[in-house]
């Protein structure tokens, strides 16, 4: 057994296909158009709401005489009026790693606008199990030792399973190994640490982020989101970056000026 504390990587992001977009421009007869959008992801949000008002610069389309200029400015006016369609077209691609099962059953319940893979314990066997303690647990000794020790026997009955089926004898059928495994796992506890892949557009993920910030969320969805949004306001700070933070119980609380957008 061994301690853990959560990790999130972001990994992955939207990326403009900048010869598709001028193309697009050339065709709408504004090929000089620019932003100063500080990301894929916001230039493409940008993008998508402008074409809804054809909007690029005033005189496209009789009814608009003036346009906002700029990624901030623009992307301001989408949260602030919810026009919230437009911003779940990128994805922001994290891994979320040294997390509990207890965290991903919490987080796979959010299932609009996101795409998730997880570590499958019925293919990855067990050997040294990974735990966090929440700081209910950690600040008492005895439950400290009451849950270390059983992380400890089930960790032991995983190794002696292992054992008992002769897994790692040479010309052990996979799928032999498979079946055993997924049994196994029925006596792995909730706590013990996992990877998940988990993407969201920007739309979704201010929503998760904003929820499982609250405190009245769980405290290991709080820590790893407070997590979350550190990286994408620094990222993608004009699409994030109405969010203020509040430390509530040693935890961030992310609350955005613009809600439900």
């Known amino acids: 057994m061994h301690k853990v504390e959560p990790k999130v990587f972001l990994v992955g992001e939207t990326r403009v296909v900048e010869e598709g977009l001028q193309a697009y421009l050339i065709h709408l007869g504004v090929p000089d158009w620019q932003t100063d959008s500080p990301s894929d992801a916001e ?22 005489t003036k346009v906002r200029e700029g990624s901030a400015s623009y992307l301001g006016n989408i949260l ?7 911003i779940e077209h990128p994805m922001m691609n994290f891994i979320f790693a040294d997390v509990s099962r207890v965290f991903t059953h919490e987080l796979v319940r959010h299932r609009a606008g996101v795409a998730i893979s997880q570590e499958s314990l019925r293919f990855v066997r067990l050997e040294n199990l990974g735990q966090w303690l929440p700081t209910v647990i950690r600040e008492d000794q005895e439950a400290t030792e009451i849950f270390v020790r059983t992380f400890e026997q089930l960790e032991k009955l995983q190794v002696e399973l292992a054992k008992h089926f002769k897994l790692d004898e040479p010309g052990v059928p996979f799928h032999f190994k498979k079946v055993v495994t997924s049994a196994m796992r029925r006596i792995a506890p909730d706590g013990l640490a996992t990877t998940i892949g988990w993407s969201a557009n ?15 969320a ?12 550190e990286i994408v306001v620094a990222r993608y700070p004009n699409l994030f970056g109405d969010f203020t933070v509040e430390v509530v119980d040693g935890l961030p609380c992310s609350r955005p000026a613009s809600r439900k957008v």
């Open 218 to 229: 769980e405290e290991e969805i709080r820590l790893v989101f407070g997590k979350v949004g």
């Open 80 to 86: 602030k009026t919810a026009h919230g369609s437009v």
């Open 202 to 216: 920007p739309r979704a993920l201010r929503w998760v982020l904003e929820m499982r910030t609250d405190p009245s």
């Open 43 to 64: 230039k493409l949000i940008e993008v998508m709401g402008r074409l809804c008002y054809r909007s690029f610069e005033p005189g496209l389309n009789p009814n608009v």
